[in-house]
C-alpha cells in the first residue's frame, strides 16, 4: 500500500520560510518522479516543484529561486524548502508521485496548508 504523508505545514508572515516534508511508503524514489503541488481556495492545483529519478529538477515560473524540492533516498522522503513567502502563497500543498511510463500522477497525500500572513 502506497502512502503519501505531508508535514510541516503552517502560518508564517510574509517573508518567512517553512520547510515540507512527504514520507514515502510502498514506492522508492529512484523510479518516480516527486512532486508537489498546491492548490488555493477557487485555484486550480498547479505543479510547484518536482524531481526525476536521476535527481533533476524543475520549478514553476512563480516560485524559481524562492523554493527548493530535494529528497532523501534512505529516508524516503522528499522536501519542499519554501523561503521568501507571499500571501499568494498560501494554498494546500500536496506531496505527489508518478510512476514510470505515467502522464500524470499516480499517488497523492493528504496535504498540509500552508498560510501566509501579510
Known amino acids: 500500500q502506497v502512502q503519501l504523508v505531508e508535514s510541516g505545514g503552517g502560518l508564517v508572515q510574509a517573508g518567512g520560510s517553512l520547510r515540507l516534508s512527504c514520507v514515502a511508503s510502498?514506492?522508492?524514489?529512484?523510479?518516480?518522479?516527486m512532486a508537489w503541488y498546491r492548490q488555493a481556495p477557487g485555484k486550480q492545483r498547479e505543479m510547484v516543484a518536482r524531481i526525476n529519478a536521476g535527481g533533476g529538477t524543475d520549478y514553476a515560473d512563480s516560485v524559481k529561486g524562492r523554493f527548493t524540492i530535494s529528497r532523501d533516498i534512505i529516508k524516503n522522503t522528499v522536501y519542499l524548502q519554501l523561503n521568501s513567502l507571499s500571501p499568494e502563497d498560501t494554498a494546500v500543498y500536496y506531496c505527489?508521485?508518478?510512476?514510470?511510463?505515467?502522464?500524470?500522477?499516480?499517488?497523492w497525500g493528504q496535504g498540509t496548508q500552508v498560510t501566509v500572513s501579510s
Open positions: 505527489s508521485a508518478t510512476l514510470p511510463r505515467h502522464n500524470s500522477p499516480t499517488y
Open positions: 510502498g514506492i522508492h524514489f529512484s523510479i518516480n518522479i
